[in-house]
């Protein structure tokens, strides 16, 4: 499942994980309720379903939950799986891409020796802002953090790794930091042409942001 969790006070290293203590875990319906829209190579829970997997064959990429077996009762059944080793001919991600309109795709590489002005960039993706329109990416390889803003404005960081793609809707104030593993290849999609402008914090005064609150007054 989706790790994410509260983020602490603490002004170290922003690429820690920078968990509150206790830790503040936030699940896939809180995020949803954000606004952000999340995938992994992914099993979904369903209920109702019995002991599907006693027959299913798991096949390469897929991956059981560690305490299930194959043939243990269960109640979930593996859904929708995303390869990224495939990203570039896989049937799941085109259909996530055809019914999102994602059209438009590149791919990113953030890490020292591949990313012209790489600590600018770094100080850019860390400032907390806003897009116009929505920022959706898919990890490819490594590993880094999205931290978004909750309807109380406190921050909430989502670990994203190789195989997750994230929705972030217009008007979220967030920020993105490598981990320690200073590496991330990402694919960048977006619906028609792509615009990458950030409006960093204040930056209420935008329509998009008006619509975005707007939307999370409606949220449930
Ligand atoms: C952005 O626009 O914030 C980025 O492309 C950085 C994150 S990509 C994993």
Redesign the pocket.
Known sequence: MVQAWYMDESADDPRLPHRTEPARPVGLEQLRRLGVLYWKDQITALRGFRCLRARMRVSKGQKLLPELKPGSPCRLVLLRVLDADKYENDPELEKIRNERNYSWMDI?T?CRDKLPNYEE?IK??YEE?L?LDD?I?Y?LDGS?Y?DVRDQDDRWIRIF?EKGDLITLPAGIY???TLDEQNY???M?LFVGDPV?T?YNRPADHLEARGQYLRFLAQST
């Open positions: 990113i953030i960039k850019t993706f802002h897009h920022e990416r990890i880094g999205f994203m967030h920020r993105f991330v290849k990402a960048r990458w950030p």
